[in-house]
C-alpha cells in the first residue's frame, strides 16, 4: 500500500482554509539581490495565483546576505506555496517554529522579508495603503533625522544649521577623533592633514572619550536649542566608559545617545538611566522582541531602535510597538541605506500608526536607488510621509536590478573590521 508523501502533509495548508473556501493561493516565493546604492538588498516578492497580485518584503542582512537567501529559497519558500497569504500570523508562527532553534538575524530576516511582503499583498487586495490595516493614522507623518559629521564643532554645527534649513528637526551628529576610527565619521590623521581610509587605524577610546563630550557640548551651545541633537556611539564603549561618557555629555542637551553599550552589556542599562538624565536609545541589533522586554520593564531605556527586517516583520515588531507605548517607551526605528526602501516603506507604515512613536532615522538613497525601487519615499521639511497608494507604494524593478550587483562575500564586511589599540578585536 501506497505510504503517504510526509512532504505533503507538512506543507499543507491550516485546515481552516479549505473550509471557508479561500481561492487565493501562494505560487512563489521569489529572492533577487541588488545593490543600487552599494550595499547589498535582499528582495522578497510573493507571488499569487492570481494575476498582477505579489508583495514585496526586504530580507537585507548586509554582512550575511546569501546565508539569508538559503534560508528564504531553500526552507521557508517551499513551505509557503499552496498557502492562503492572508493567515499572516499564523504563517509567520509556521515558519518560527519550523527552524526548531528559534532566533537569530538570519531567521530573523528571512522572516522579515516574506511577513512584510504578505502585510504588502494583502492591502493591495484591500486597495488600501499599508498603514490603514494597522488602525489608520495617528499623524500626518514620521519626523525624521539626518545625519552630519565633522572635524570639529564649527564644522558640525554648520552642517546641523544647514539641515535645519531643509527642514530637519532632528540631526545626528558625528565627530572625528585625529588617529582614531571613529563611527559615522572618515578618519583623519593626528595632523588633520588627510584623510585616512576607513579600518586602517584602530579604535581609540580614551581619545573618544576625551574629545567627543566636548565636540557635543560645543555644538549645541553654536546651534542652541531648537534643534534636536542625536549621538551614535555603536556600542563600541564598556560599562565603566559608558558611565563616564554620560556624566561629560550631560550638558549637551541630547535627544537620546544610541547604542551607548552592546547587546551583551545590556543589563547595565538600567543602572545608567537611573544615574543619568541623558535619554537612551538601543536596538538595531536585536533580532527577538524578548530582547527588548528586560528593558522595557523598568523601563531601562527611553527609545528601541527597531530594525523591521531583522526584527522578523511588521507582525512582532507592531507587537513590540503597542508594548513600548504601554511603558512610555518611543520608537526611533533604524533606517539606514542598506535597509531597502520596501523596508523603509514598512517601517513607515508602523510609524504613522502608532502612538509610540518617536522620531525615524531616514537614509537619503542614491539616484539609482530610485530607479531599482520605484516609489521610494524621500524625506521632505525633515518628514516622511507613507503614499495612498494600496500596500506599501514602492515597487521593485527586476531588469533594473540587474544592473547593479552584489558584492562578493566579505566585500562589504571589511567596514566591521575593526580593532582596539592594542590590537584586539573592537565591535564595529
Not at 581609540?204 to 555644538?219: F, Q, R
Not at 541630547?254 to 547587546?263: H, N, R
Not at 535619554?279 to 531601562?300: R, T
Request: aromatic share 6%.
Amino acid at each position: 500500500m501506497a505510504q503517504p508523501d510526509a512532504r505533503s502533509e507538512v506543507l499543507a495548508p491550516a485546515p481552516w482554509v479549505e473550509e471557508r473556501g479561500a481561492k487565493i493561493r501562494i505560487t512563489a516565493v521569489r529572492t533577487f539581490l541588488t545593490a543600487p546604492h552599494g550595499c547589498p538588498h535582499l528582495v522578497v516578492r510573493v507571488e499569487t495565483n492570481e494575476p498582477g497580485l505579489y508583495g514585496l518584503g526586504c530580507a537585507s542582512d548586509p554582512q550575511r546576505t546569501l546565508a539569508v537567501r538559503s534560508v528564504l529559497d531553500d526552507y521557508l519558500a517551499p513551505m509557503l506555496v499552496g498557502r492562503d497569504p492572508d493567515d499572516i500570523d499564523d504563517i509567520h508562527r509556521l515558519m518560527l517554529n519550523s527552524a526548531y532553534w528559534r532566533g537569530g538575524s538570519l531567521t530573523g530576516n528571512a522572516l522579515g522579508g516574506v511577513d512584510v511582503a504578505l502585510w504588502d499583498l494583502k492591502a493591495k487586495r484591500l486597495g488600501a495603503p499599508l498603514y490603514s490595516l494597522f488602525g489608520g493614522r495617528v499623524r500626518t507623518r514620521a519626523d525624521a533625522y539626518t545625519h552630519v559629521d565633522g572635524a570639529d564643532a564649527a564644522e558640525i554645527a554648520d552642517k546641523v544649521v544647514a539641515a535645519t534649513e531643509r527642514g530637519y528637526r532632528h540631526v545626528r551628529i558625528q565627530a572625528a577623533v585625529p588617529g582614531s576610527d571613529t563611527y559615522g565619521t572618515r578618519a583623519v590623521d593626528p595632523a588633520g592633514a588627510r584623510a585616512l581610509r576607513a579600518r586602517s587605524v584602530p579604535w581609540d577610546s580614551a581619545a573618544y572619550l576625551k574629545t567627543v563630550p566636548g565636540i557635543l557640548t560645543e555644538v549645541r551651545e553654536r546651534v542652541g536649542d531648537e534643534v534636536e541633537l542625536l549621538h551614535d556611539v555603536h556600542e563600541r564603549l564598556d560599562p565603566r566608559q559608558a558611565r563616564d561618557f554620560l556624566r561629560r555629555i550631560e550638558g549637551a542637551g541630547l535627544y537620546f545617545v544610541e547604542d551607548l553599550l552592546a547587546p551583551e552589556d545590556a543589563s547595565h542599562f538600567a543602572g545608567l538611566r537611573a544615574n543619568s538624565s541623558v535619554p537612551l536609545a538601543v536596538g538595531e541589533l536585536f533580532s527577538d522582541i524578548g530582547q527588548f522586554l528586560p528593558l522595557l520593564e523598568g523601563p531601562s531605556i527611553d527609545f528601541a531602535r527597531i530594525r523591521v527586517p531583522t526584527l522578523g516583520g511588521l507582525t512582532p515588531a507592531r507587537k513590540l510597538a503597542a508594548y513600548c507605548e504601554l511603558r512610555g517607551v518611543r520608537l526611533a526605528p533604524h533606517g539606514p541605506a542598506d535597509v531597502s526602501p520596501v523596508a523603509q516603506a514598512a517601517t513607515l507604515a508602523m510609524d504613522i500608526s502608532s502612538h509610540a512613536f518617536g522620531v525615524q532615522e531616514a537614509a537619503v538613497f542614491k539616484p539609482p536607488v530610485h530607479e531599482v525601487f520605484p516609489g521610494t519615499i524621500t524625506a521632505t521639511d525633515g518628514g516622511l510621509a507613507p503614499h495612498e497608494t494600496p500596500g506599501l507604494g514602492v515597487d521593485f524593478d527586476e531588469a533594473a536590478a540587474r544592473r547593479y550587483p552584489v558584492p562578493e562575500p566579505l566585500e562589504h564586511d571589511r567596514w566591521a573590521l575593526l580593532r582596539n589599540t592594542d590590537g584586539s578585536v573592537q565591535r564595529p
